[in-house]
């Protein structure tokens, strides 16, 4: 029957406990998509570090081949124009200097600002500085069933999504019982008293009712008594009457209600039903994305490795190619312009070594967050709690 049964009578509690579970996976989501966000923003400052580091590299080996060609246009051993294509080069490294510095700058203030490590309440937050660096020589072996069943289990989004399923089923029970007929059994009973007095009045024949006593009127002498009702008295004696029972009533109540059309009721499940069907093929279509976002890191992951290791043996090779090739300037065998475009191809390769090591990084952080491991990663203690509280008369 509808409103029935200690089930109904719960359920409303258990709606709200899978309410605030959902609220709790919510919360660890938001939680783990804040870390990588840190994190991002920690290696966006590594890279930029690197680049300036790069950058100024590249100005020094540029101002020393001024410094060479200068004097070597001094001594006519070299055509001025190879003077100036240093000079040139020299300008262009020094405004990518610039524009690295402006890079880091901007890095830093996006992490302090997301970081807002700010104890002393300051005005502004304090400087966050990365002590970490890329390692792409460590190697993370991460077995692709495994990191799908870590994201089924630990991926907040998929935990209150499976709460939702939860709190939707709750809903359809529900709205299942409001469509029954009703059945109500009640009963009741009751004491009554009275105490007091009432008006006096003279009746016809001199006598008198009620519980007082007429004045005299001359030529009479004494008062004239009135007649003593039994429910006179004070209020305490209507209170102690009570507990005589001479006054009471009862009664017993049996109503059945079945309506002749539960069309608001029955659209109401409909609609919880609906909803019910609708929570879990967005659930269905999560955990498919969920295996996609799992297996496009995994790949990336891989593919960064080798980029990091292809791109620094590009290094090696560029460093050494520059290095042959300074010889060879320096015997007259090569030009200004052989030596810089050689030493633009190092300064590219080092860039490039850099980015696919900040890749890597990023890269490990989308796996942990694609399979719910984020917050373990940087030992970050965040579950759900049971929400349900024993209530104190159930340990009687």
Known sequence: ???????????????????????????????????????GDYWNVVLSEENLDVARAALRFNLDLVRQNAISVKVGTLAPIDLQEAQSAAATSEANVYTAEANLKNSRTQLRQDVMLNPYGTFLPEEIQPLTRPNPQEQTVVDEERALELAVQYVPSLGSMREAIRDALLQVKFSENQVLPQLNLGAQFGLSSTAGTTPCRALFGGATTGNCTIPAVPPAVT????????????????????????????????????????????????????????????????????????????????A???????????????????????????????????LLQFQEEEVSAEGNQVQAEVDLENAKLALAHSDGTLLREFNINWEVLNPHEVPWYAAF
């Open 304 to 338: 960064d490795y080798k980029r990091a290791s292809a791109t620094a043996s590009a290094t090696y090779y560029a460093r050494q190619s520059l290095h042959d090739e300074q010889i060879r300037f320096r015997v007259g065998m090569a030009t200004t312009h052989d």
């Open 1 to 39: 029957l509808q409103n029935f049964g200690w089930d109904f009578a719960t359920i409303n509690v258990q709606i709200a406990e899978s309410g605030q579970k959902q609220a709790q996976w919510t919360y660890g989501q938001a939680l783990q998509d804040f870390v990588q966000k840190i994190g």
């Open 223 to 302: 008062p004239t008594p009135g007649s003593k009702l039994p429910f006179g008295g004070i209020y305490g004696d209507a209170l102690d009457r009570l507990w005589g029972f001479t006054y009471y009533n009862y009664a017993a109540v049996l109503t059945f209600q079945m309506p002749l059309d539960n069309a608001v009721p029955r659209a109401a499940l409909a609609q919880a039903r609906v909803l019910y069907e609708q929570q879990r093929v967005l659930y269905r279509a999560a955990l498919s994305q969920t295996v996609v976002n799992v297996e496009s890191s995994l790949a990336n992951l891989y």
